[in-house]
């Protein structure tokens, strides 16, 4: 701002006003000083801005990199806060960088609130973050009283696809869980229930698995080995299931002919052409709507609650009727 006062020969003071686009200069003053900035490249510092305001305007969300999902929602977050006069601040979770860390760089930036997207903090660490700031757990269910929570009803989700595969003819019907994954105990209870619902306990198998790519591969190969493979396959999100098509891919077994396969999320994975997954949609945009909204009434003083949404199944090219 000081070398915009100098080349225009006006004071900062006088600079300040026309960036701020308040009243106090004439248009002549204003549209030079403007001229001046653009030719200099000057870019307002927010930073030091919203250190002199009493609030920041600003979400803090962290995501976990490597999960497609989160892309899609930190997408919509911005979407939707920018439409309530906010600013979405992402803090990235990677294998090199931890979540408190992330939680940490939010905490530095004056963030108003803190959006936690599949969050796997301890409870000791939620309850301290939460004394410091509101905090909204996303696609993560807590007890915890002081900690807000907006979510997908995982149980009823995978439900979804257990009855679609079911209405497919489809009996031997096995669920490649998320291990300890946020949601993981919801989707394998949802996929007990249902299998149970139908009267198929006896050939529902739960098999330990993950988040990733690779944790879908191990579970196939698994399954495969076994004299009598499963005709239907459920992972716990896109990136199993893209782990599952792969090893399909290489044996030779023809999908859906052979065995159809359902993933969870409704990533930007699922939609690729050359994959046109079948999966349970957990609606990124009504999620990341229901956050914003959860994170400003938890900054204006109310209390937290939990919101749950209900998902639905996207039928696409990955699964079929039973061989029979």
Sequence with gaps: MADVARAAGISTALVSIVIRGVPGASEATRQRV???ADELGYVPDQRAQKLRQSRSRVLGVTFELQQPFHGDLVEQIYTAAGQ???EAMISAVAPSRSETTAVNALLRERCEAAILLG???????????????????????????????????????????????????HRRIAHIDGAGAPGSSDRRLGFLQAM???????????????????????????????????????????????????????QGCDVPGEISVVGYDDSRLAKLPHVQMTTVSQNAA???????????????????????????????????????
């Design 34 to 36: 403007l001229r001046i």
């Design 84 to 86: 309530q006069g906010y």
């Design 119 to 169: 969050s796997e903090l301890e409870t000791e660490e939620l309850t301290r973050l939460a004394r410091r700031l509101p905090t909204l757990l996303v696609a993560r269910h807590t007890d915890l009283s002081g900690v807000g929570v907006v979510r997908s009803d995982d149980t009823a989700g995978i439900g979804l696809a257990v009855d679609h595969l079911v209405a497919l003819g």
């Design 196 to 250: 149970a619902g139908h009267g198929l306990q006896d050939t529902a198998d739960v098999l330990a698995g993950g988040l990733t790519e690779t944790a879908g591969a191990e579970g196939m190969r698994y399954l495969l080995g076994r004299p009598t493979p499963p005709t239907a396959v459920i992972a716990f999100n896109d990136r199993c299931a893209s782990g599952v098509l792969d090893v399909l891919a290489r």
């Design 286 to 324: 009504e999620l990341a709507e229901a956050a914003v909204t959860s994170a400003l009434a938890l900054i204006a003083g109310r209390q937290p609650e939990e919101v749950v949404l209900t998902p639905r199944l996207v039928e696409r090219a990955t699964t079929g009727p039973a061989r029979s």
